[in-house]
Structure formats: structure tokens, C-alpha cells
């Protein structure tokens, strides 16, 4: 079946457009503020909507969760794929704690419970210290050496302290899946999508990724369920042995779980404004960053990233409106997916067991001169996605005639 072209009467429509029109306003076709607007307001509902960011501090108030959460939404739109790497973190953190509980015998807890816990819905209240958030794992350990029984909160408790917002989420769907089957039917009528509008449906592939990782993650709690213990913090530390004897880093159970990566923990003065720079923790920090189990969990994550930094390579010919722009938009993302490239197979090696002592975990990223491993990498891919989007927005000021033309939605309609 050959494909369907564009009527005669849309370019009829753009024939006195110049074949660089500059700014186009809305006539009868769509214009560039049209292209802006529906790129925008497309990344922001569906970046808003996805992100579920984990239980704020008690002392935290409205303006404080807001800016943070406006911080997550610029680094979701600028590299969506480290939002994607949270969730796909905590989703497998979750999952691994409901097979923890269900080795206990204790077939009540579900992955609602696991992201509950490991966004900070859980606060120890030893007999002998202030309370402070404990992760899945940490439960886990507590009620294996009966110093406590199960969190008794059901799935439907949680729930109802989430503020899933169901009309937003369906707002959100439909706006987003309107906006992908507009730049598929471009495609299929051979008219061009701007590089805005390709980066943004790169966007979308990511956010949809990480709704799912989230999906049973609740959404916008701000009162943790307070856990009550009959022992001192000391005794569990003492009992521990030897493992808990260290400083810890972020709480007193530290010992109860494997190295975890705080990405901010890694540069303290950062940490000082946007983390919780004191200890222990007053909550759980949205850059906790678990490790992925089993080869299918790292397997999948990797081709969604692998997925999301090629998409870019679609507007490889794209007619941009210098030759200097086209050699840029290539060469980013030439340098992005070499980025990443490499950065697999750093994060490869570094979960290595074999290799606990020099590159276990995230230790090869505070060592000197391994560290250039990921700080290199991690520069240029970021600098390289900069470009990506400096080209795209710059390119609104001079797009080809052809973005300008409607889509002609009647060749779709079979003629019967």
C-alpha cells in the first residue's frame, strides 16, 4: 500500500512562504508558537505527573517541596535518562524487598509497602535517639532479628495517604499520546518534525518508562508512619558486631544495608543546599540511587537509555538553517551515545564483585584517577545534551516551510 501524501491544497497553502519563513503566526496552518506551545506544555504535564519524589521532612514546608521539586522537573526535561535510573533504582529496591518478606513468611507486604519504606514513609523511633527514616532493607533486617514485628499500615492505608491525582494522569496521557501520534503521522505524510518536537518525544519515551517504575509508588506524601521500638539504637549496634562498629553516613542503621550512592553526598558543599546535609538523615534524599538486580533489570534499563539517546539520530538530515547547527546537532550525538557507552561499562565493571575492594558499588567514582571513568564521561554527555537542545530551540527561528503544513488526517480515512 503506498504511503499517503499531503494534498495539493496544504501546499497551496504554504506556496507564498518563503522556504525559510522565519517566525510563522497562525493562519491556516500551524505556526511556530503552536510548535513551542505543545512542545512545552507536553514536557512539563508529563514531567510534572510523573514525578514521585519521597516523603519531605518534618520541618520542611510548601515552598521548600515546590522548589525542589521545580529542580527535578529542569533536570528531568535537560537529562530525563538520571530520573530514569532513580526509578528503575528504587523499583528494583521494592521488588527485592517484597521477595525479602516473603522469604519471612509475611505475604502482606507489597511493593506499595517497599516504595513506601524506601521514599522515607518509615520513621525508627528508638527509646534512645531522635527518629529518622529506614529504607525496605533496613525493615527487613529489623523484623529478621525480632526487634520488631512487620509495619502493620495495609497497602490501602498507603494509598490513601497518596495524592494521585487521577484527572491529572489522564490529562496527561491523553496529551502525550496526541503529541506522539501527531509526529508519527508527520512521518508517515514525509512532512518534518522539528528537532523541539523529536526531543521532546524523546522526553515522553522517558517518562512513560519511569511511570511505570513508579506506578505503585505513592505520590506527594508529607506524614511519615512512626515506628516504635522497645530496645536502644545501641544495643541493635552492639548485637550487629563488628559491621556496625563504623561511623555511619546518612543513619544509624547504615550497617543493615549495602553501599547505597547519594549522588550529592559526593560533593558536600552541593549537599549543604539541596540534600540533607546532616545526620542522620531527616529524610530520605529523591538522589538515592540502589543498586539493579539481576542482569534482565540492568539488560532493560540500558536499552531504554540506549533507546532514548538514539532517537536524536532521526534528524541526522534534518535541514537545519546553518551547516554549522547540522554539524553540532551530529556531533552530539555522536559524543552523547559514546558518553554512555562508556559510562556502561564503568557502571559494568564497578558492580563487579570480584573487584569489591577498588571498584565495588560507587567507590571507583571517589578515587583518583578512576573517577575520571564517570566524571569525564558524565561531563560531555551533559555538555552534548546542552547542544542538543541550544540547536533545537534554535532552530525555531528558521525552520523549513513544510513544518508549517497541517496534517492532512483524511488520507488516514480508508474511502469506502
Partial sequence: MPLPHVSSSAYNA???????????????????????????????????????????????????????KTRWLILGAVAPETVLLASGGQWASA??????????????WTLVHGFYADSGGFLLQPIDSSPFPVTARQIHYLVKEKYMSIPKISEKEICDKSKADQFTKTIACLQTGWFVTECIARAIQRLPISPLELTTCAIILCTVAVYFFWLYKPLNVTTPTILSMDCTMATILVRAGPVAEKPYWYTPMDFAEPPVNYTFANWPRLARHFSPYKTPFARIPNDRNPRLYGVSQRITYSLLVIVF??????EWYFDFPTRAERTIWRSACITAEASLFVHAIAEAFSHDSRLHDYLYIEKYKLRW???????????????ARLALLAVALASLRSLPARSYINLQWSTFIPHL
Fill in 14 to 68: 504554504t506556496s507564498a512562504i518563503p522556504p525559510r519563513p522565519g517566525w510563522v503566526g497562525q493562519c491556516n496552518q500551524r505556526g511556530t508558537i503552536d510548535i513551542i506551545w505543545n512542545c512545552f506544555s507536553t514536557i512539563f504535564i508529563s514531567l510534572w505527573v510523573m514525578l514521585h519524589l519521597n516523603v519531605p521532612a518534618s520541618h520542611e514546608g510548601f515552598w521548600t517541596s515546590f522548589f525542589r
Fill in 309 to 314: 539517546s538514539t532517537i536524536s539520530f532521526a
Fill in 369 to 383: 584517577p578512576a573517577n575520571l571513568i564517570f566524571f569525564v564521561p558524565a561531563a560531555t554527555y551533559f555538555a
Fill in 95 to 108: 521488588k527485592r524487598s517484597l521477595a525479602d518478606m516473603q522469604d519471612l513468611g509475611y505475604d502482606c
